[in-house]
């Protein structure tokens, strides 16, 4: 049974067919360049910030709080949804 996280929402908005290739298990090769170029910006994107939160079976990329309230975000390479 697919289970709907906030990755598949956010990618039905950017890309329908990432989402349509997630639905069927359809994964990228993991060598890819791009995919790559990807984690290594993860890895050094906002060292300050906390990264990386799991809570069940949503991750969160990004966390950090200002003027008193949280924000939440996603590290992507390109900026292709605004």
């Keep these: 049974m697919l289970r709907i996280t906030g990755t598949l929402i956010w990618y039905y908005y950017v890309c329908k067919r990432e989402v ?14 791009f995919l790559e170029i990807g ?3 993860q890895k050094e ?6 990264k990386e939160i799991e809570l069940g079976h949503i991750k969160i990329d990004l ?3 200002a003027d008193g309230e949280f ?7 390109s900026s292709r949804f605004e």
């Design 20 to 33: 349509w290739l997630m639905a069927h298990e359809l994964h990228p090769n993991q060598e890819e360049p």
């Design 63 to 65: 966390i950090k709080k």
């Design 39 to 41: 984690r290594l910006i």
């Design 71 to 77: 924000i939440v975000g996603e590290i992507k390479k």
């Design 45 to 50: 994107s906002y060292a300050r910030e906390k």
